[in-house]
């Protein structure tokens, strides 16, 4: 056997990376091609836009509530059954969404959609820290990573030459030639591939209690970000989901009821390296949904213009992700990650400074930045916080490492929408100027960022060195 333990497992890397990258790209390029489908679902289902909206919401609702819970199951049935089901699950759930007449069968189906979704991502990086060396899982998840940028860059003009040629169903359609192939790719090439820890015992109580919690949490946040619930309820929510996630802890601290298991996050090098992850998601976020309103309302850019100038991020991504990889695999990552969430720090420093009068290269510098340093930090990272785990716990680790991504970014567009809002609200009461009123509630919110960005740094500096497949730096 080989040092690092995974010898065992080097005959499944090509079809590891195929199984793995096709469920990312339709998962990633499902989440980014239905968003500019929405007006016209509105028109042809004849209802409002707040209604249309749960289209998006019911999908990230069942994905995040069920990530960590997939993710620990995966441990039990198996990597192949996982695939095997999220593929099938997402191709019935997009038939039925390109079938719905009315827009609640279109949300009840997103939801289904959902459930193949979250069976799909939050196994991903644990198949790929199962089959890869210690030497290699860099380039692997980067290969990963190129795959998730390629979605998000295709997804919206892809959509919008779909709804234009055949219609807004075949959005959903598409997706059922490729869960076909993922089904049978799955049972033809995984079947083989052995089961991480068949006699684990699945805590029903801790993963209703979980799930529920983490739903609530969901609802919570979207609903905030959206300004549809006064800050009282979101009080109550956010105790009620408190209550739930607490009850799950305690039967997690019983080894006979237990999921996932405490002492995943007393690792320290797996805690801080989520930390900073979900900081950085933060922080991204807070330029991803306020940079299309600055370029709209205070540039006047036309949104195919828009849609150009938010492509630097994911383009970076393209290019960059293998590369960091490559670099994660021969140096410690944590200074690869490191050196990405720096570059993030200063491109949200750029970003800080724009204002009505700001040319297009002190636009694109920042956009630049922000893609150069999430491409650096986010493959390294991955890689250190799924290799700093034992192998039983990879399903975990890696639903958990999901679930941080997904509360991220909702956290993120849920702050940065609240803190904008409510300080271009004083900006317009002191100066009565909409321009000046934007660029204030602009400001701030990045000034409250930069805090979260400096942390990130901080926990992925601390974190620890890399460890190996058996435990050792």
């Known amino acids: 056997m080989a040092a690092d333990g995974l010898e065992d497992y080097s005959k499944f890397r090509r079809k590891v990376l195929i199984t793995s990258g096709v469920g990312t790209f339709m998962a990633t390029l499902d989440s980014s091609i239905v968003n500019v489908s929405l007006p016209t679902i509105s028109r042809e289902l004849i209802t409002s836009i707040t209604m249309v909206g749960w289209v998006i919401l019911s999908y990230s609702i069942a994905l995040f509530s069920l990530l960590m819970i997939f993710g620990a199951w995966s441990e039990k049935k198996g990597f192949q059954f996982s695939y095997k089901y999220g593929f099938a699950i997402f191709g019935i759930g997009s038939f039925l969404c390109g079938v719905s007449f009315n827009i609640y069968m279109l949300i009840l189906s997103r939801v289904l959609q959902g459930v193949g979704g979250a069976l799909l991502i939050s196994i991903g990086p644990a198949l790929i820290t199962h089959s890869f060396p210690a030497s290699e899982r860099g380039r692997a998840l980067g290969v990963i990573g190129m795959v998730v940028s390629t979605g998000l860059m295709l997804g919206p003009p892809l959509g919008g030459f779909i709804i234009g040629l055949i219609g807004w169903r075949w959005i959903f359609w598409v997706n059922i030639p490729v869960s076909i192939f993922g089904v049978y790719y799955a049972i033809k090439c995984l079947s083989d591939f052995p089961v991480t820890d068949p ?5 029903i109580p801790g993963a209703v209690f979980l799930s529920v919690g983490l739903l609530t949490l969901m609802i919570t946040l979207l609903l905030f970000s959206r300004d549809i619930i006064s800050i009282a309820y979101i009080i109550v929510l956010i105790f009620v989901s408190s209550l739930f996630l607490m009850v799950f802890f305690y039967f997690e601290s019983r080894p006979e009821t237990r999921l996932i298991g405490v002492e995943i996050f007393k690792n320290r090098v797996f805690s801080f390296s989520g930390a900073a992850m979900l900081l950085i998601f933060i922080s991204l976020s807070s330029i991803t949904v306020l940079m299309p309103f600055y370029l709209e309302e205070v540039k006047k850019l036309s949104p195919e213009q828009v849609g150009l100038f938010l492509s630097i991020i994911p383009i970076c991504g393209f290019f960059l992700a293998t590369p960091a990889g490559y670099l994660a695999d021969r140096i410690q990552a944590r200074v690869i990650s490191s050196l990405g969430a720096t570059l993030l720090l200063i ?3 750029f970003t800080r400074s724009l204002t009505g009068a700001s040319t297009t290269m002190q636009i694109i510098i920042p956009l630049l930045l922000a893609g150069i340093g999430m491409a650096l930090f986010s ?3 991955t890689s250190t916080l799924m290799g700093s785990v034992k192998k039983y716990q990879l399903g975990s680790a890696s639903g958990i490492l999901a679930t941080i991504r997904t509360l991220g970014i909702t ?4 702050l940065s929408v609240s803190i904008f809002s409510y300080y271009r609200q004083i900006g317009l009461n002191k100066s009565g100027e909409e321009q000046a009123s934007f ?8 000034n409250i960022i930069l805090f979260f960005i400096t942390l990130a740094i901080i926990f992925s500096l601390i974190r620890g060195r ?5 435990g050792r730096p």
């Open 199 to 203: 006699d684990k015992k699945i805590s």
């Open 347 to 349: 491109g949200i420093l």
């Open 379 to 381: 493959t390294p990272n």
């Open 411 to 414: 956290v993120g567009v849920g």
């Open 439 to 446: 660029i204030f509630g602009f400001h701030s919110v990045y």
């Open 466 to 470: 890399n460890m190996n497949s058996e």
